[in-house]
């Protein structure tokens, strides 16, 4: 079975820094899909980024990036220009290709970002 | 906004009573699941759906079963409820025809078991 893995349970970053946020996840295959998602306070989740593994480019949205290693089976989220409204949990997760069309998407067990003034 | 709501939004039960949970969405997808979310545990899913009667366990299926009449309401129910229900429930969509699959979530439900 696939897990993800997010070891750093907590994160805290001033505004305007950078921050990193490491994602890693065991397969066999090797064509996958991985996400990030966000969720701030209001419990809503929200997708920030995707990236498929078939593609060498790192994916960007804006101020989020990815470094996507698949030999290491990283995935890590980079926050540039950190903001107050970037303080949430933050869930990597993991898709397999469809086989039938009932893939599920894996998540990790989240890493708090908090963003000091 | 992915068109799905989520009811009750907050429910307190107690231990031994049914509950049911509602997941309405307005664009006819066929794929929803829900799932749980609990501290230090992430988001695990519970059940899914891939057409309407067509179900599937996930991992963490024990004490709860679902229903899918309708393409637009998904119903997952805890035919008694115990402590270790206790959690926010989300249930999510897969858009049609989407090539990476991504989720879209509702607002999710929290529900206290007493």
């Known amino acids: 079975a696939q897990t993800v893995t997010q070891s750093q349970p907590e994160m805290s970053v001033q505004e305007a820094e950078t921050v990193t946020l490491s994602c890693t996840y065991d397969?066999?295959?090797?064509?996958?899909?991985l996400f990030w998602y966000k969720q701030p306070p209001s419990r809503q989740m929200i997708l920030v980024i995707r990236?498929?593994?078939?593609?060498?480019q790192n994916a960007t949205e804006n101020r989020f990036s990815v470094n996507f290693q698949k030999a290491a089976k990283s995935f890590s989220l980079k926050i540039s220009d950190s903001q107050l409204g970037d303080a949430a949990m933050y869930f990597c997760?993991?898709?397999?290709?469809?086989?039938?069309?009932?893939?599920?998407?894996?998540f990790g067990k989240g890493t708090k970002l908090t963003v000091n003034p | 906004d992915a068109g799905i709501t989520q009811s009750p939004r907050h429910k307190v039960t107690e231990t031994g009573t049914p509950v049911t949970l509602r997941c309405h969405q307005t664009?006819?997808?066929?794929?929803m699941y829900w799932y749980r979310q609990d501290p230090g545990h992430g988001l695990r899913l519970i059940h899914y759906?891939?057409?309407?009667?067509?179900?599937d366990k996930g991992e963490v299926s024990d004490g709860y079963s679902v229903s899918r009449s309708k393409t637009e309401d998904f119903l997952l129910t805890l035919e008694s409820a115990t402590s270790s229900q206790t959690s926010v429930y989300f249930c999510?969509?897969?858009?049609?025809?989407?090539?990476?699959?991504?989720?879209?979530f509702g607002e999710g439900s929290r529900l206290t078991v007493l």
């Open positions: 990236q498929e593994a078939y593609k060498q």
């Open positions: 664009e006819n997808h066929r794929y």
């Open positions: 759906s891939y057409g309407v009667k067509d179900t």
């Open positions: 999510a969509i897969r858009p049609t025809g989407g090539r990476t699959g991504e989720l879209f």
């Open positions: 997760a993991y898709r397999r290709p469809s086989q039938g069309g009932s893939e599920k998407l894996v």
């Open positions: 397969t066999s295959e090797s064509d996958y899909y």
